[in-house]
């Protein structure tokens, strides 16, 4: 079974950045592509973007383009999320999971919580 774990989440003044990282163990870690998603209080998980696990290709919902990139480690099972220019918006929790088309392929980690406030 693959393990998740977020980390890098904290409370980050508006016009801030962080990098989140996103670790994978397991023996059947092979997913197509890595994703993050966000989650907020009675909202439902909204992806932000994810990775081609065999190339570098990307792509971002929407509201993600401009201030969102994600990148990977292969070599360590290891996804990132940078933000940068953080908005009071971002403030939610950050998870990520391997995903084929809309599926998601793995348990859920426990997230990480990022704080946008002044």
């Known amino acids: 079974q693959v393990h998740l774990v977020e980390s890098g989440g904290g409370l980050v003044q508006p016009g801030g950045s962080l990098r989140l990282t996103c670790s994978a163990s397991?023996?059947?870690?092979?997913?197509?592509?890595m994703a993050w998603f966000r989650q907020t209080p009675g909202n439902e998980r909204d992806l932000v973007g994810a990775?081609?696990?065999?190339?570098?290709?990307?792509y971002f919902a929407e509201d993600a383009k401009g201030r969102f990139t994600i990148s990977k480690d292969n070599a360590k099972n290891t996804v990132y999320l940078h933000i940068v220019d953080l908005k009071p918006e971002d403030t939610a929790v950050y998870y990520c999971?391997?995903?084929?088309?809309?599926?998601?392929?793995?348990?859920w980690g426990q997230g990480t919580q990022v704080t946008v406030s002044s």
């Open positions: 397991g023996r059947t870690f092979d997913p197509s592509f």
């Open positions: 990775i081609s696990w065999s190339t570098d290709s990307t």
């Open positions: 999971n391997g995903r084929i088309g809309a599926n998601i392929l793995y348990p």
